[in-house]
């Protein structure tokens, strides 16, 4: 399966515990994408890297959320100190390098805190 | 804020029918592109139009595109039960890296 590949799937934690999600993405793409998701609503952009670079981040990301992509393979999302506000799906998708391109989502880890 | 507005909300045929989604948007797009996404799975890209297409075809699927109006329709025709999901239409922002911004979606039930 070449596709983007998400860890875990599910994740229920404890408020104030910290959590780390993997995505990674399909090899050849070099953009890769994080959105939440939560009921009833579309995906909402988090952040985005170009190759290992973290290019933008949405005001959704407050400082308590950290993204990185080392060497600009896999990518992982952190959130500190989590809230029973940050329950969501999170999805990780990428795309080729070129303006305007499908991206490729992962299916999801949906995170839940109690 | 999101970008775009599916409507209807939900809809509900059987199973033969078409159904018609439609989206409008606010700022002007590079190109607007439809997903789909199965209760339980991820989202699945199922096409896209650029802003200097008017219509464009797919298999069972035709979109449209009016960008006088900033307006989109998905059009699928003999539904099938495969195709209860819900279909969110989303434009890039050239920004954030052609970030995507979707709308709510619409749910879209097929009963045999």
């Known amino acids: 399966d070449t596709g983007v590949s998400q860890d875990p799937r599910h994740k229920i934690t404890k408020r104030g515990q910290n959590v780390t999600f993997r995505c990674d993405p399909i090899s050849e793409h070099n953009r890769l994408y994080w959105y939440r998701q939560t009921l009833g609503q579309g995906p909402e952009f988090l952040t985005y890297f170009q190759n290992e670079a973290q290019l933008e981040k949405s005001r959704l990301l407050s400082d308590r959320f950290s993204a990185e992509r080392p060497k600009g393979s896999f990518s992982t999302l952190e959130i500190q100190r989590t809230e029973q506000g940050d329950s969501a799906m999170y999805l990780c998708?990428?795309?080729?390098?070129?303006?305007?391109?499908?991206?490729?989502f992962g299916p999801g880890t949906r995170l839940t805190v109690t | 804020s999101q970008q775009g507005e599916e409507d209807p909300q939900a809809l509900s045929i059987q199973e033969g029918e078409n159904a018609t989604m439609n989206c409008s948007y606010k700022t002007s797009i590079n190109n607007l592109q439809w997903y789909r996404q199965n209760s339980g799975r991820g989202l699945v890209h199922l096409i896209l139009i650029r802003s200097n297409e008017r219509e464009k075809h797919s298999g069972r699927l035709r979109v449209t595109l009016d960008t006088s109006k900033k307006s989109s329709s998905l059009l699928i025709t003999a539904s099938r039960a495969a195709d209860t999901a819900s279909y969110f239409c989303a434009t890039d922002d050239s920004n954030s890296g052609y970030a995507l911004n979707f709308g709510k979606g619409t749910s879209l039930l097929v009963t045999p």
């Open positions: 998708a990428s795309s080729r390098n070129l303006g305007g391109n499908e991206q490729y």
